[in-house]
């Protein structure tokens, strides 16, 4: 199985809305920054499904994260008008609704980095949630890396810590909720069908040949 065409559906419009991120950019050269990962997303992406084809669900669940992604870089993360879009919406202000007093945008993202990652993985339990903590952990090394090497602006716009010390505390310990979710979730859909949890897609494969490679 290699690239279908629902997977070419899924690619096709998260490069549009790629492209649209870019249209008049307000912070350019953060932007370029975050993108520089999603693009290095993509490349792993590419590269497994040539040696190990993956379902479009796999596919889809990774694209979702790259998009909510793509959309918080726009705002380097710390400015993501979601107050503005859900006031046209619904008439309310979530950060008023929940008395919020910084942008919580990049909370969702973390959530769903640890949700993704593990429907993607779909291993035992416990490994999914090794692997999302472990990866959660070593960017937030990166963001350290960052602040440490670049001047004190540039650093802020990507980290978007928005003065909270305790920022990579937070936002590993809702990778671990958004995994924990999907771990919860898939269990919860093998007693139902029977199915086992553990799927032979490629990220589980690569995964599993690495662990009996050691």
Known sequence: MGMTRG???LLGTFAVLLVATWWDPIWPAEQALHNSLTLVALGV????QKRRPMPVQTWAWALLF?????VAARWIYSYVPYDDWTSALFGVRLSEVFSWHRNHFDRLVHFAYGLCLAMMLRLKPLRSLEIVIATSALYELLEWVIAMTLGAETAEAYNGQQGDIWDPHKDMALALLGALVAVWSQA???RRTGAPV???SGF???FD???ESR
């Open 45 to 48: 992406l590419g590269r497994v």
């Open 204 to 206: 589980s494969r690569d």
């Open 7 to 9: 997977h070419l559906w």
């Open 209 to 211: 040949s690495a662990r």
């Open 188 to 190: 919860v859909a093998g």
């Open 198 to 200: 553990h799927s032979d």
């Open 66 to 70: 790259l998009a909510l992604h793509t």
